[in-house]
């Protein structure tokens, strides 16, 4: 069975100080990978999608980067976290070129201080 | 531009009732899908409409995709504590990107 690892749970930070957060998924090959920004528990804004090695989409312009080194790792990644980077994160992934449901990893709440 | 919203973004009731909550679109979307989530956690998927006008039910949730497939609603019947949490609705316009509501907080007193 597949499965999505995401860490750390939670992050303080302070202003400033750089991030790195990972996420894995097992049991599959060639997933699509996704970061996703859900503020004060609202609704998800994507950040980052990525259908291969290498290949990373930005959805919005922003303090962060994405990477994806290998087939199932993702990255996100920030030089100099600013206030407003402060939020839970969450990385998902779906199979590759097929329109199913987000797998959601059990997130990250950062708080940058 | 928010291009589903979602109603209400909160909602508290009593055990027992009944409740909906919707999500609406200028757009039109290929499926719709429904998330719950809880504190702390990712969202769960609950279900996927696909088809204009089609009516899915889970025990006691019923969801609603519009005729024209920019619309649609999450019905509970004799709501229990067990359903709080965020409730989201996401449209797919584009393979994989979906777009998400901003979500409906859900509290159900015993």
């Known amino acids: 069975s597949q499965t999505i690892h995401q860490w750390p749970a939670t992050l303080v930070q302070p202003v400033g100080s750089p991030l790195s957060l990972e996420c894995t998924v097992e049991?599959?090959?060639?997933?699509?990978l996704y970061w996703y920004r859900q503020a004060a528990g609202r609704g998800l804004q994507l950040l980052f999608y990525?259908?291969?090695?290498?290949?990373i989409s930005s959805e919005v312009p922003q303090n962060l980067s994405a990477s994806r080194p290998q087939d199932r790792q993702f990255i996100l990644s920030s030089k100099k976290l600013l206030l407003s980077d402060s939020g839970f994160y969450l990385c998902?992934?779906?199979?590759?070129?097929?329109?199913?449901?987000?797998?959601f990893g059990s997130g990250t709440q950062l708080s940058v201080l | 531009t928010q291009l589903l919203e979602q109603s209400p973004q909160f909602l508290s009731i009593q055990e027992g009732e009944n409740l909906t909550v919707y999500c609406n679109s200028s757009?039109?979307?290929?499926?719709l899908q429904w998330y719950r989530q809880e504190p702390g956690e990712g969202p769960v998927l609950l279900v996927t409409?696909?088809?204009?006008?089609e009516v899915k039910k889970l025990k006691r949730l019923t969801f609603q995709f519009g005729d024209a497939r920019k619309d649609s609603s999450l019905h509970i019947t004799a709501a229990q504590p067990g359903d709080t949490g965020l409730y989201l609705c996401?449209?797919?316009?584009?393979?994989?990107?979906?777009?998400f509501g901003q979500g409906t907080e859900l509290s159900v007193k015993p």
């Open positions: 998902a992934w779906t199979p590759g070129g097929k329109r199913e449901k987000l797998f």
């Open positions: 049991g599959t090959s060639n997933p699509n």
């Open positions: 990525s259908v291969g090695i290498g290949q």
């Open positions: 757009s039109v979307f290929s499926s």
């Open positions: 409409v696909v088809t204009g006008g």
């Open positions: 996401a449209g797919d316009r584009l393979i994989g990107k979906l777009i």
